[in-house]
């Protein structure tokens, strides 16, 4: 489906379809910034897709020795196996109570969400972009975009957050701030449990509470989520059929969930000329081929890049 002179829904716009002629760009690292910094600058709208590569580059860490120091209880407690590795990994244990399961939840929300302040690169990459009509895509779940100064309307994030929780079987489509309670769970913690008296029940059902991240099919999308939803429709929508250049700008975005942002961006990219992409990716900045020279892969770490684009732009 072309979208030219058409409504872009989110469903129509997500693609689960790869391109098929993939390469790494061989160009110099300093032209392929010059012919970003243009890109950019031509363009009068950019739709920034971020994925979990732009948290790490803003230098948020969720394994190693950081792991083993903040969650030390907890690898003492459950053992140093595969799930004792990383937040990632340790959202997946089996723990065996919900005072457990929300002794870990919480303080994984408060580590990697409500204390989390990694924003120093999305407050240079929205300064980069100040003069331009912006929105964010992202599939990242700590709300850096919001805590940098991003407006509410020109984000939405698909898959989740960690400061909401939801019934667990998705009984009825609404979602609570649960940042309160995660600190009331945090202090209160002991031997990584919590109180059973903190355990959070479904106030519709009586039920299990889950986290509010697309983990299962009882994801919950409450109102909040489609109106974030129309207004990414509606921006991409206005900008392709304006007629004016639009730049697609990916950070971060791997082969993990590449339905959301990655392929989509593709093709965008190739079925409307307007459109350039520029993709920066440490490791997996392949872009296809056949869209010449209106697609740029930065095979180079995100934030030493923005740094440069930021510069090559003044």
Not at 45 to 69: H, N, P, Q, R, T
Not at 156 to 166: L, S, V
Not at 275 to 302: C, F, K, Q, T
């Amino acid at each position: 489906m072309s979208f030219c002179n058409k409504r872009i829904t989110f469903e129509n716009f997500l693609s689960g379809i790869p391109s098929r002629d993939y390469i790494f760009q061989k160009a110099p690292y300093e032209d392929q910034i010059y012919q970003a910094a243009k890109m950019i600058q031509e363009a009068e709208y950019v739709l920034v897709g971020i994925g979990a590569g732009m948290s790490v580059a803003a230098c948020a860490i969720y394994g190693g020795d950081w792991f083993k120091e903040n969650f030390a209880d907890f690898c003492a407690k459950y053992g140093n196996g595969s799930y004792m590795q990383d937040m990632y990994s340790a959202g997946f244990y089996p723990y065996p109570s919900e005072e457990a399961y929300w002794g870990y939840w919480s303080k994984q929300c408060m580590k990697a969400g409500i204390e989390a302040n990694h924003t120093m690169l999305y407050k240079t990459l929205l300064s980069m972009l100040g003069s331009k009509e912006i929105f964010c895509l992202s599939t990242n779940v700590d709300g850096q975009l919001e805590k940098a100064g991003l407006t509410a309307d020109k984000i939405f994030c698909t898959q989740g957050d960690y400061f909401h929780i939801q019934c667990a079987k998705g009984c009825h489509q609404n979602r609570y701030d649960a940042r309160e309670l995660f600190r009331q769970m945090d202090a209160a913690r002991v031997d990584c449990l919590i109180p059973s008296t903190m355990v959070p029940k479904c106030p519709v059902c009586g039920g299990r509470m889950n986290m509010n991240l697309r983990i299962d099919q009882y994801f919950v999308q409450d109102a909040e989520w489609y109106i974030a939803e129309k207004h990414f429709e509606d921006f991409l929508s206005e900008a392709i059929s304006s007629g004016r250049k639009i730049c697609l700008l990916e950070l971060g975005v791997g082969f993990n969930t590449p339905t959301i942002i990655r392929f989509p961006f593709e093709k965008l990219t190739r079925e409307n000329k307007q459109i350039s992409l520029l993709r920066v990716n440490l490791n997996e900045a392949v872009v296809p081929e056949h869209l010449g020279a209106r697609a740029i892969g930065i095979n180079v770490d995100i934030k030493q890049s923005i740094e440069d684009i930021c510069r090559a732009m003044k």
